[in-house]
T-cell receptor, first 115, second 116 residues
Framework: DAGVIQSPRHEVTEMGQEVTLRCKPISGHDYLFWYRQTMMRGLELLIYFNNNVPIDDSGMPEDRFSAKMPNASFSTLKIQPSEPRDSAVYFC?????????????FGPGTRLTVL | AQSVAQPEDQVNVAEGNPLTVKCTYSVSGNPYLFWYVQYPNRGLQFLLKYITGDNLVKGSYGFEAEFNKSQTSFHLKKPSALVSDSALYFCAVREVLTGGGNKLTFGTGTQLKVEL
């Protein structure tokens, strides 16, 4: 398996622009997670899906952020409008289930820079 | 709430020497603990996890971790460090969410630097 795939790997945009990050989970995994990593706040869970349905979005910072999962093999995280404080590395992860024993597998991340 | 603490921001060790990256946990109930490694410009890679059973858990790349219930610790170890082990290491714990479900809660990370 190719693992979790994310695109783009790097994104540089200007404040106010819309940004869309993409993720393809590992085939057969029912859960998909979006994380954000910054120096100040470390790794934060933004939202997760089960069978394409958003389950917990309490980590989404504000209404400028939205996430969708139209099918089992694709998810997007959108920021509109983007702001410089959104600059971070965004990771997607997937797991078979949500049992305490289940392992999450991470993608390589998208490094977002908002100027 | 469940949490993990990584008391050291950075650990330096000479190649060939044993290494230890520390992690302590705070949980109510049974702990489910994980170690991940992040190489520069890469995503997090799973190393190992403690679920139940043996206190010494063996993982990828020669790493192992020792679960100590009395000290509430889950330290990551390797008998002989390699320069290629230099990376950022994260400890994580399963945290139960109100309303059901659970999530991984990560520590702040420890930068390991292995020098020749």
């Amino acid at each position: 398996d190719a693992g979790v795939i994310q695109s783009p790997r790097h994104e540089v945009t200007e404040m106010g622009q819309e940004v869309t990050l993409r993720c393809k989970p590992i085939s057969g995994h029912d859960y998909l997670f979006w994380y954000r990593q910054t120096m100040m706040r470390g790794l934060e869970l933004l939202i997760y899906f089960n069978n394409n349905v958003p389950i917990d979005d309490s980590g989404m910072p504000e209404d400028r952020f939205s996430a969708k999962m139209p099918n089992a093999s694709f998810s997007t995280l959108k920021i509109q409008p983007s702001e410089p404080r959104d600059s971070a590395v965004y990771f997607c992860a997937s797991s078979l289930g949500l049992a305490f024993t289940d392992t999450q597998y991470f993608g390589p991340g998208t490094r977002l820079t908002v100027l | 709430a469940q949490s993990v603490a990584q008391p050291e921001d950075q650990v330096n060790v000479a190649e060939g020497n044993p290494l230890t990256v520390k992690c302590t946990y705070s949980v109510s109930g049974n702990p489910y603990l994980f170690w991940y490694v992040q190489y520069p410009n890469r995503g997090l890679q799973f190393l190992l996890k403690y679920i139940t059973g043996d206190n010494l858990v063996k993982g990828s790349y020669g790493f192992e971790a020792e679960f100590n219930k009395s000290q509430t610790s889950f330290h990551l170890k390797k008998p002989s460090a390699l320069v290629s082990d230099s990376a950022l290491y994260f400890c994580a714990v399963r945290e139960v969410l109100t309303g059901g479900g659970n999530k991984l809660t990560f520590g702040t990370g420890t930068q390991l630097k292995v020098e020749l």
